[in-house]
């Protein structure tokens, strides 16, 4: 009987050991799969897009900033055949520029190098309206494709790589739209990386497009070094800490005329702001 009683007992602590290690055993299950769901969702900040829906174009005047956050930087727009990197809206296209929280200059056909970044921000948010005018033919009728003005020129994207710290600090400013040809606004350059924040003229200075006119841009370094525009390599080594003239400062411009006094579409004969100093610095 004693040994019965023994055996039965000993069964019974077999079976609340058996069902306390399939307790342990399934909470550490559970437990694992929530870790596994929460860093999921988490993931690096970097590299989440926030879900946004952008409103569809009502027609070819009118479109809408896409969402680029989360995106890959080489998944953002193409390379144009001047070099730049641009993104179409309908008949245009805007220009992007990368503005990287290490201070490096992102070359806009470089894919591999642009893969390394993921979008963090933009200075234009997520549907902003995108208004375009088109060209006139001289009877006054409107090409079917041909813009001739856009309010914005411009997106800058903030882009980080992945797990690096940051060395500068990104200004996000939303610029304002211009009405017309007539009105640009200044952009804001600090944080940018100084081969990013205009192009080589013809003349060999450096500068910037404002709608139909275009700004020359004045480098003056912190070491005091003479920054040849023509050197791309030398400018790369730069970022833009500071401008002259503030964001948004209006740009107003007059076109010229032809001898029976008709305004030229893209003539500029005079501009309220002809120069921008831009105070530049290697990173620290």
Known sequence: MKKRVSVVASF???????????????????????????????????????????????????WYVKNYKGMNAASVGYESMAGDRRDAYGD?????????????YLDPGNNEQLAEYVVTGQNLAPNTEIKLTYAKDPDGGEYSNLVDVANYNDIVLA?????????IDVNLTPILPSPDKYVRY??????????????????????????????????????????????IEMMSQY??????????????????????????DSLVATQSVQSITLNVAKPR
Do not use: H, W
């Open 12 to 62: 019974a602590l077999s079976a609340i050991m058996a069902m306390a290690l399939a307790s342990c055993s399934n909470t550490a299950i559970d437990q694992s799969s929530s870790a596994q769901k929460e860093q999921l969702s988490e993931g690096p900040s970097a590299a989440r897009q926030d879900a946004m829906e952008i409103k569809p174009s009502p027609d070819k005047y009118t």
């Open 92 to 104: 245009a296209n805007v220009r992007i520029v990368f503005v990287s929280s290490d201070g490096t």
């Open 159 to 167: 882009v980080e790589k992945p797990g690096q710290s940051k060395a």
């Open 186 to 231: 200044v952009k804001d350059y600090v944080g940018m990386n100084v081969a990013s924040a205009g192009y080589i003229s013809m003349a060999g200075d450096y500068r910037d497009y404002y709608g139909k006119g275009n700004v020359k841009l004045e480098l003056v370094s912190d070491d005091g070094s003479y920054i040849d525009p023509s050197d």
């Open 239 to 264: 970022v833009v800490t500071g401008q002259s003239i503030e964001p948004n400062t209006e740009i107003s411009m007059t076109f010229g005329t032809d001898s029976e006094g008709k305004e030229y």
